[in-house]
């Protein structure tokens, strides 16, 4: 009947359940935020040091942005790795280790004679490091919440904006005054006492499943639904990655001044916030899916705008700013769709393993971009290359479901009746109702409504009051 370790065929929940949603949340929100916006801020200012490396060193800008395909490789794919870590070791254990090896990472590469040098020590500190806690924050922050998660996980992803915004203009300043290495120290001291700060704040969730959550997360990634979310990972981050690590070259081949190109980054950061908090806001009205959807399409919308920029800096800021809107928003609703549609069971693994397919588009897209550049003299084709790679994948995921997906399990292998009812008579694209569960009594004996909540395999179900939980 069961295929993990269960007690009497029901995972036993411990913990505080009333510390859901409480200000405790609030403050593992924040240090998540700002572990993360330390984390993605530092990676994405490496578009500022391209130009310099690749003097210094003799090689093309393609080469050098190898540099920063290896760390954003490892900055996501590590997640599959760190999600098992997160159910046996809590986010603080990895936040100390990955955030000692982000400061290694920087202060190391600042002392680079040969950049395969930069290749190992960048990659592996910097993006090995910050891929050990950037998803388990991430999945802690959604498991202290219930009825506020949307929001909750949009502060969290509110901190790679502001790190975007602040740190990139302050790497190009520190470049131009001191040199590339100087500024990457400078950037370690800030990253090692953020990180101190946030490792004080981040605690596990409060309620915890004592149960296996791997057979769960097998059948999560047997659905539809997950493979349609992995690929759209991978042809979104192509060409994001891509284009924060060219954007500052392009915009310099343009003859748009060094400062000016390290705003547009900065002014992506800052419209990411935007989409981060306001469209999140709507998470409830509209419905979390729905959403991620339309941010997604605003990413080929916004790289046509680029391509028909040419040399003018209003398009490109036009650009900039419909680009961090949609990533911004895609970003939190990822946060919120994830458990939405497979339940919060194993959500670090599962998250993990939708970052690792984010960082394989990410490995992509600099190299890719910049050395396309270099073999076409110009920026057209690679701009429309990424443009073509948006489109597609906003069309990956366009047809996925918008409601939980059953996860039968293997004594079951077919959805709950009350599941199967609800998907056959649903209309094509109909919006869920805002209750998509029916109400059930627990006992024949006990009237009172609850909710079913997926926290483990649809054949399992824990019940709490109907009235504790938000309908989506």
């Not at 790497?171 to 800030?190: D, K, M, P, T, V």
């Not at 090692?192 to 999560?220: G, S």
């Not at 209750?435 to 009237?447: E, H, K, M, R, V």
């Amino acid at each position: 009947m069961s295929d993990g370790p269960q007690m009497s065929g029901m995972p036993q929940m411990s913990g505080n359940p009333e510390l859901m949603d409480s200000f405790r949340g609030w403050l593992v929100a924040i240090g998540a935020g700002f572990s993360t916006g330390m984390a993605f801020g530092t990676i994405y200012t490496f578009g500022a040091f391209i130009e310099s490396m690749a003097d210094e060193f003799g090689t093309g800008q393609g080469t050098a942005s190898i540099m920063l395909g290896i760390a954003t490789f490892l900055f996501f794919g590590t997640g599959i790795v760190s999600g098992p870590l997160l159910h046996h070791l809590g986010p603080r254990p990895l936040m100390a280790v990955g955030g000692l090896l982000f400061f290694g990472g920087l202060a190391g590469t600042s002392a680079v004679s040969e950049l395969w040098q930069g290749y190992l020590i960048y990659g592996i500190g910097c993006g090995f490091g910050s891929g050990l806690f950037v998803s388990p924050v991430f999945a802690t922050s959604t498991a202290w919440f219930m009825k506020r998660r949307a929001i909750a996980l949009g502060i969290v992803a509110t901190g790679p904006g502001i790190g975007t915004m602040v740190l990139v203009p302050l790497a190009e300043r520190l470049i131009a005054e001191q040199g590339w290495r100087i500024a990457f120290r400078f950037l370690a001291l800030i990253a090692l006492v953020t990180f101190a700060i946030c490792f004080l704040m981040l605690r596990r969730p409060p309620v915890t499943m004592n149960f296996d959550p791997r057979p769960h997360v097998r059948r999560v990634t047997r659905t539809t639904a997950f493979w349609q979310m992995a690929a759209g990972a991978s042809l979104f981050s192509v060409p994001l990655i891509g284009s924060l690590a060219a954007l500052i070259p392009f915009a310099r081949s343009a003859g748009i001044s060094a400062t000016a190109a390290a705003w547009l980054v900065s002014i992506i950061g800052a419209s990411s916030i935007v989409g981060r908090i306001l469209l999140t806001s709507f998470a409830s009205m509209l419905g979390s899916v729905r959403l991620f959807k339309l941010c997604y399409a605003t990413l080929p919308v916004a790289y046509a705008i680029w391509l028909l920029a040419g040399d003018s800096y209003g398009l490109m800021v036009v650009f900039a700013l419909v680009l961090g809107i949609g990533y911004g928003g895609y970003v939190a609703l990822m946060g919120d769709v994830t458990p939405h549609l497979f339940g919060v069971a194993g959500i670090g693994s599962v998250m993990g393993r939708l970052f690792f397919f984010f960082g394989v588009g990410s490995l992509i897209g600099p190299p890719a971009m910049l050395f396309l550049q270099e073999a076409s003299g110009g920026t057209v084709l690679p701009i429309a290359l990424v443009t073509a790679v948006a489109t597609v994948g906003a069309l990956v995921i366009r047809p996925m479901t918008r409601d939980p997906v059953p996860l039968p399990s293997p004594a079951d292998p077919s959805p709950p009746a009350r599941l199967r009812a609800q998907t056959a008579t649903a209309p094509e694209g109909a919006m869920p109702a805002p209750q998509p569960q029916p109400l059930l009594p627990t006992a024949a004996n006990d009237s009172t409504p609850r909710l079913p909540v997926q926290l483990a395999p649809p054949s399992v179900w824990i019940t709490v009051p109907a009235d504790t939980v938000a309908g989506r």
